[in-house]
Antibody
Framework: EVQLLESGGGLVQPGGSLRLSCVASGISFSNYAMNWVRQAPDKGLEWVSSISGSGSSTKYADSVKGRFTISRDNSKKTLYLQMNSLRDDDTGAYYC???????????????WGQGTLVTVSS | DIQMTQSPSSLSASVGDRVTIACRASQSISTYLNWYQHKPGKAPKLLVYAASTLQSGVPSRFSGSGSGTDFTLTISSLQPEDFATYSCQQSYSTLPYTFGQGTKLEIK
């Protein structure tokens, strides 16, 4: 079955860290760029980060630059998001999303996971 | 960054209705516009890419149109499973990708 499955969300205090994972199945994982997209409560979707199929190129939204790190292990078909120095406004559902190409560009996300919830609160 | 604005933010409609959701970009994005459907607790789903191309497996009652700054998603005859939130996304400015704020489609 073609799917993405996220894990690793939870409750964390401000300033804390979490590591999200996204395991892919049914796709040639290394052939595609991958992304993290989040949605805060009652807000729209927000692109967070992107990594190329090889893992050599990474991009971040300004809101997370310097705090979050995206990475991937193609042998395990797994995408990661290391989140440090978490803030209240990082709260939300985090989705992994597959790009249609190996590098970010004029693309779209043709496969999404169900999301994992991150709550940053004291 | 390119700003995407959807209207309306919410919409009540009945099964069988024709519904149109609008998305406006803050600058011209050619046809680099995609539409997604998402429901609570489920994976978002790509409906339309490149403004008007229907993703494989998406029912033909969905259609997209537009270019430049103004785009629409139309559902020709609402089905019960269509009640969800719909979001547009531009991919003209490669990064950051930006989304509209979403349109919540509810049952009247």
């Amino acid at each position: 079955e073609v799917q993405l499955l996220e894990s690793g969300g939870g409750l964390v205090q401000p300033g804390g860290s979490l590591r999200l994972s996204c395991v892919a199945s049914g796709i040639s994982f290394s052939n595609y760029a991958m992304n993290w997209v989040r949605q805060a409560p009652d807000k729209g979707l927000e692109w967070v980060s992107s990594i190329s199929g090889s893992g050599s190129s990474t991009k971040y939204a300004d809101s997370v630059k310097g705090r979050f790190t995206i990475s991937r292990d193609n042998s395990k078909k797994t995408l990661y998001l290391q989140m440090n120095s978490l803030r209240d406004d990082d709260t939300g559902a985090y989705y992994c999303a597959k790009d249609r190409e190996a590098v970010a560009g004029h693309n779209w996300f043709d496969l999404w996971g169900q999301g994992t919830l991150v709550t940053v609160s004291s | 960054d390119i700003q995407m604005t959807q209207s309306p933010s919410s919409l009540s409609a009945s099964v069988g209705d024709r519904v149109t959701i609008a998305c406006r970009a803050s600058q011209s994005i050619s046809t680099y516009l995609n539409w997604y459907q998402h429901k609570p607790g489920k994976a978002p789903k790509l409906l339309v890419y490149a403004a008007s191309t229907l993703q494989s497996g998406v029912p033909s009652r969905f259609s997209g149109s537009g270019s430049g700054t103004d785009f629409t998603l139309t559902i020709s005859s609402l089905q019960p499973e269509d009640f969800a939130t719909y979001s547009c996304q531009q991919s003209y400015s490669t990064l950051p990708y930006t989304f509209g704020q979403g349109t919540k489609l509810e049952i009247k």
